[in-house]
């Protein structure tokens, strides 16, 4: 370990600080050893009393000891904005985190990356199209960057898993914390197979400030950001916005005029992003990679029953569809049971089903 990064680190860890007040710091002061060692007098003007004064009593001495020790275990990296193998295209963002704490493949960092994002509130469509459009992303040699949260990150992180070293996941919590924990499963096997990203100091909780952060990294990280399903209030569309002030290409899957997890997608088109219905529609925005693997062929989609025809893309009661059909209920849910056991529809509450899409 060197002085200069345990000053870097000192800095990056010290409350109050963050990465805009990093950057003044080592702008006054010319490194992190020099701005480490100065006087709460000298550094007030630049991050404001409160911080300085903790700067200078070394309230960051055992959050970066904590973080050295963490270094040490397999698999986990510090990675600060110095370091060669940072993100170029991150490292040009607005306010770049000083120092990421990783866990996983360091190297997925060189690769082309696409941010696949949308609503925790995902309907069984949503998440199958996240999940679908990133396997087959990740097929053509994109790495798939979100959240991992509920919805359409995990559903994203799941599909991005079918190839390896495929998916980077960036948390809002402290790298050894897993939000929400039903997620704590995919999070070890993102870790073993792909990595996953924090700014966040060690032990640090799911603090409602910490996921702006969070999706300023996803938009900085990727060539672009594919919007899957997202509501008017969708988090989300923080991402895509950011996205487009670093002019990456943005796109939205639109949905049904009446789910109201599509609101945020329609507002998205409407206000210039690329309306995707398809992963080539994708790969035409962002390009094909001219090394990437070979992408599997896809099977024809196998021809759609008359029940399947009935339904629509609107959720719709089984015994409405008994109704349309002429058939028993019985027959019916016997027949749906088996088009949702081959991934063609999904059961909702209140006895409804939703027919999906194939890609």
Known sequence: MTTELQAWLTLALTPGIGPVGFLKLIDAFGSAEHAAAARAAQTEKLVGREAAEALQAGAAAEPARAALAWAEGDGCHLITLQDDDYPPQLAEAASPPPLLFARGRRELLARPMLAVVGSRAATPQGKRNAEDFSSALAAHGYTIVSGLASGIDAAAHHGALAHPASTIAVIGTGIDRVYPASNRQLAHRVAAEGLILSEFPLGMGPLAGHFPRRNRIIAGLALGCLVVEAGNASGSLISARLAM????????IPGS??????????????????????VDDVLDEIGRLPAAPAAAERETEPEAPPLL?????????????????????????????????????????????QRLAQL
């Open 245 to 252: 002030e670093s002019n990456r290409d943005v796109m939205a």
């Open 257 to 278: 005029i009446h789910n109201a997890q599509a609101r945020g997608c329609h507002r998205l088109i409407k206000d210039g992003a690329r309306l995707v219905e398809t």
């Open 309 to 353: 025809l009935s339904m629509g893309w609107e959720p719709v009661l089984a015994d409405s569809l008994a109704g349309t059909l002429g058939l028993t209920p019985g027959e019916v849910y016997a027949m749906l049971l088996e088009l949702e056991l081959a991934g063609r529809v999904a059961s909702l509450p209140g006895g409804r089903f």
